[in-house]
């Protein structure tokens, strides 16, 4: 009986060699979850439903959770499932590990079919930098980022790519690998887009003088209080209709909540002035918002969240229709925040690349009417580096195009539809553009082209090359170079500049092309395509010193050759 027990573990591991953890797709969840933040623990229990969308049978599959967590059990069909944990190196989670459980099938799973498993697993969630102190980050440093812990006066769990409280399955990835980490999580909301979540959440009181407030990111139903034998607990029902648009989050922590003007304010105990002054910045940007995209709120029972994190130096957070962020800061920066959420809130979409371009769009607009438009394009260009980095991803040889209108990228949406945003606005016009979002309606929105055709009834043009070039396809980005500049003396006096720009990326777009005159400066708009000339004549009084295209408004690598020196001129 040994020996055959010897040759049952050699065969899962030799199975575990071969495996293919991607082949399959979590479909469902139906967990419920008990916190105990007085211990640090979690434990699970519930059905997880999964589709082989690979191309051959398989007989065996991976479940991962986080290495701090343990399988206690897998059934399947009623009966124990066979399965081998081990520890598997990732930094999907941030302790660094995973704790995965190799379950063998007894029949191969077909393609396209599905199976179903009973799971429980539990263990203890503490905060934990080991994934980035291993590789340089200062602790402190760390500490800010990866602040996930179960608690107990502060409980905030992140999923995917944060920590691993409920099973999922992605092959290795390090931090030390540019941006592998956020390219898994891309892909893992990309076979999960369909995926549905129920969560049903019990946390035990935290003290006898406080009650927990138990809250998650997706929709919130089914609050419950209940006394048994281990104390007084808070229950919560949430639910999640698509995984590629949410990292399931839950929060505890007692906190108190205010509104302000449609949007949940959940603040910890003695920051209510700081609450206050974020509600105050609501109500300055609001009207701003109101201006720029209209109300379009259907329901206002699905508040979006700001909730209060205790250390003012934690990253911000945001998935589904929570932020997580410290309420105190420079009077800037709330109303940054300020603006974002109540964008999100007055604009529902079901686009990713309008929600939370919008958004971040909507920051760089106020950026402008509070101070200049000088101010606005320093800021975008504070973020060109970080755009940068996720081209270069993008375009790496095997690498999976990502178009902004199916991308799953949170952070490669909000930077490169900001621009984008901003360069409608400078093409069509601010009042074009208003008025389009003004009319925009999420219900309608069923076609990819909506937004673009709302937008060319109110500017009268064509438009299709911008939204093939930047939103439904992935281009890259454009590339500007003076080439050459021509005066050309006018017989009423001054001169004709004809200036020509070759771009030497593949995204067309319209840059201003200015000249630098002795007095003042001339400018004009031009369109060039990808790998394309173009040219524009400019009528100044005097020959320019300078020649430059594109003011920082568009996004592109290298800035270096933007300009052109009047000694270049051929008189």
């Not at 059990?73 to 944990?85: D, M, N, Q, T, Y």
């Not at 203890?124 to 800010?144: C, F, M, N, S, Y």
């Not at 009834?457 to 890259?476: I, K, M, P, S």
Request: negative net charge.
């Amino acid at each position: 009986m040994k020996f055959l027990c010897i040759i049952s573990v050699i065969a899962i591991s030799l199975s575990a060699h071969a495996l293919d953890r991607e082949a399959f797709t979590f479909t469902k969840y139906d967990l419920a979850v008990r916190v105990e933040p007085e211990q640090q623990r979690l434990a699970v229990r519930g059905k997880i439903m999964l589709r082989n969308d690979s191309e051959a049978p398989q007989r065996s599959l991976s479940l991962q959770i986080s290495s701090s967590l343990g399988w206690s059990s897998i059934r399947l069909e009623g009966k124990p499932a066979e399965f081998v944990s081990q520890i598997y190196t990732s930094d999907i989670d941030h302790t660094g590990a995973l704790s995965e459980a190799i379950v063998v099938l007894p029949t191969g799973v077909a393609p396209k079919q599905t199976i179903e498993l009973e799971v429980g697993y539990e263990g203890v969630i503490p905060q934990d930098t080991t994934r980035l102190t291993r590789i340089g980050v200062p602790a402190e440093t760390a500490k800010h980022s990866d602040w996930d812990q179960i608690g107990r006066s502060f409980t905030a769990v992140r999923g995917i790519g944060y920590v691993a409280w409920y099973p999922v399955s992605e092959e290795a990835v390090s931090l030390t690998d540019g941006n592998a980490v956020p390219g898994s999580v891309a892909r893992w909301k990309k076979r999960e887009s369909q995926g549905e979540m129920k969560v049903s959440i019990a946390a035990s009181r935290l003290s006898v003088e406080e009650s927990p407030e138990l809250l998650c990111n997706g929709t919130e139903s089914k609050r419950t209080t209940t006394e048994a034998a281990a104390g007084e607990s808070t229950g919560l029902d949430c639910s999640f209709n698509s995984l590629g648009e949410t990292i399931p989050t839950f929060v505890v922590a007692p906190y108190t909540e205010m509104d302000s003007n449609g949007i949940a304010i959940p603040y910890l105990p003695d920051h209510r002035t700081l609450a206050e002054n974020f509600g105050s910045a609501v109500e300055e940007v609001s009207p701003l918002v109101t201006k720029w995209f209209g109300d379009h709120r259907e329901s206002p029972q699905d508040k979006p969240k700001v909730i209060d994190l205790p250390d003012a130096k934690d990253a911000s957070f945001e998935s589904g229709n929570m932020l997580l962020t410290s309420l105190s800061g420079s009077d800037t920066k709330l109303l940054l925040t300020a603006t974002q959420q109540i964008s999100h809130a007055f604009f529902p979409s079901p686009r990713a690349w309008i929600h939370d371009g919008l958004a971040s769009y909507a920051q760089v607009r106020l950026i402008e009417e509070k101070e200049t438009r000088q101010a606005a394009i320093n800021y975008l260009q504070s973020h060109r580096a970080a755009l940068m980095d996720l081209e270069k991803v993008s375009g790496e040889p095997n690498r999976e195009k990502d178009p902004l209108v199916s991308s799953l990228d949170v952070f490669r949406i909000q930077t490169k539809s900001m621009y984008v945003w901003w360069m409608l606005r400078d093409m069509v016009g601010e009042n074009a553009l208003y008025a389009a979002l003004h009319n925009y309606k999420a219900s309608d929105d069923r076609d990819p082209s909506y937004m673009q055709k709302l937008i060319e009834a109110q500017a009268h043009r064509d438009l299709q090359w911008f939204f093939d070039d930047w939103v439904y396809h992935d281009r890259g980005l454009p590339d500007f170079r003076i080439i050459s500049v021509y005066p050309g003396a006018l017989a009423s006096g001054g001169y004709m500049i004809t200036v020509t720009v070759e771009n030497l990326g593949e995204a067309g777009a319209e840059v201003p092309v200015t000249l630098r005159l002795q007095s003042g400066e001339e400018s004009q708009r031009l369109t060039v395509p990808g790998k394309a000339k173009a040219s524009v004549r400019i009528q100044a009084a005097s020959l320019p010193q300078e020649v430059t295209v594109n003011d920082g408004s568009v996004p592109e690598p290298d800035t270096s050759n933007n300009g052109f020196k009047v000694e270049s001129v051929n008189h």
